[in-house]
């Protein structure tokens, strides 16, 4: 079985090594205060999304796992533009550390691919906006 303790735990602490003017969090409630994705870089939530155990045998290891975590990305400012360019920003620097270190940590044997899905509200003040990046991983368990 795979433990996704460990690898959400590596995404953070790879965050953390990598990165400096965020708040990261791992496994937290969604936020929702514009004022705390305002605070530097933005606001980090690393979370488990979803695990796929597959019957594949493969020599001694019999499961396929793929696996499904989750980065969220908030930032908040005053001006739309600046919003949207500061979450791009930050995108950009979380895609590249994860992109530099295919088996997070050693927790998983590649990551396959990410998805970015947005979250943006609009005609608020301040503008508040979401990436959500979902890594695509495989292991055997």
């Not at 995404?11 to 990598?18: A, H, M, R, V």
Request: proline residues 3%; aromatic residues 6%; contains cysteine.
């Amino acid at each position: 079985m795979i433990n996704f303790k460990l690898i959400t735990q590596a995404i953070e602490d790879l965050l953390n090594d990598n990165t400096a003017g965020y708040t990261i969090e791992r496994n937290a409630e969604r936020n929702s205060d514009p004022n705390r994705a305002a605070k530097g870089n933005g606001l980090i939530n690393i979370s488990k999304g979803t695990v796929d155990y597959e019957s594949h045998t493969i020599g001694s290891q019999p499961w396929l796992v793929t696996i499904h975590p989750q980065v969220e990305i908030q930032f908040a400012h005053n001006e739309g533009w600046r919003c949207e360019d500061g979450l791009e920003d930050a995108v950009a620097e979380i895609l590249g550390i994860l992109t530099a270190n295919k088996t997070l940590n050693g927790t998983v044997l590649m990551t396959n691919g990410y998805k970015v899905e947005y979250d943006i509200n609009e005609g608020v003040k301040p503008y508040h906006q979401a990436a959500m990046i979902t890594i695509t991983a495989e292991a055997r368990a």
